[in-house]
């Protein structure tokens, strides 16, 4: 679940992503077309300067139906989903953070071994980066934007926290 600077505006994911504009009062799914019900939704996150820039990420799954995972984005409240998984590793997408100053900018954290473990877009997902860059080769759990400086990236994997200031 993800609450934007909006404390009216709240967005959970589960088999789809749902939204609510009165503070979690009632729910709605967004649109449904682009998520396979059988790959839940495991991370999201919203921009902070408006609430209809969203991404979210679905857990790869193979047992009844499912798939691979996937990133999708929207830029209208969830009215429609793109599928912008492009060149992303089928891993587990264990955390999204969308730049604070920039939301066609976001940063996606993958768990697993062997693929990068750290992805940016600077266009929406149309086109992923690997900045993973000298990581350790084990799971990212978590990653942040610094709000103050940009710049700076936290990522929690099975080590411990690393920075980038770059």
């Known amino acids: 679940m993800v609450a934007p600077s909006n404390p009216n505006v709240l967005y959970a994911g589960r088999g789809?992503?749902?939204?609510?504009?009165?503070?979690g009062r009632v729910w709605?799914?967004?649109?449904?077309?682009?998520?396979?019900?059988?790959?839940?939704?495991?991370s999201?996150?919203?921009?902070?300067?408006?609430?209809?820039?969203?991404?979210?990420?679905?857990?790869?799954?193979?047992l009844f139906g499912g798939s691979r995972g996937n990133v999708y984005v929207t830029q209208n409240d969830g009215a429609s989903w793109s599928?912008?998984?492009g060149n992303l590793p089928d891993r587990f997408?264990?955390?999204?953070?969308?730049?604070?100053?920039?939301?066609?900018?976001?940063y996606i954290a993958f768990s697993g071994f062997g693929t990068g473990h750290v992805f940016q877009t600077?266009?929406?997902?149309?086109?992923?980066?690997?900045?993973?860059?000298?990581l350790p080769d084990v799971p990212a759990n978590a990653i942040e934007?610094?709000?103050?400086?940009?710049?700076?990236?936290?990522?929690?994997?099975?080590?411990?926290?690393?920075?980038?200031?770059?």
Not at 28 to 42: G, K, Q, R, Y
Not at 122 to 134: A, E, F, V
Request: hydrophobic residues 35%; negative net charge; aromatic residues 8%.
């Open 16 to 23: 789809r992503v749902y939204r609510s504009v009165n503070g």
């Open 28 to 42: 709605s799914e967004t649109a449904d077309n682009a998520f396979n019900p059988i790959n839940p939704v495991l």
């Open 44 to 62: 999201l996150d919203v921009s902070t300067q408006t609430t209809s820039v969203v991404y979210a990420a679905t857990a790869p799954t193979t």
């Open 83 to 85: 599928d912008v998984t």
């Open 93 to 106: 997408p264990m955390d999204i953070r969308v730049d604070p100053t920039d939301d066609a900018t976001a």
């Open 122 to 134: 600077t266009d929406y997902g149309l086109t992923w980066n690997d900045i993973s860059g000298n």
């Open 145 to 166: 934007v610094d709000p103050v400086f940009p710049d700076h990236i936290y990522v929690g994997n099975d080590l411990g926290v690393f920075v980038s200031t770059d």
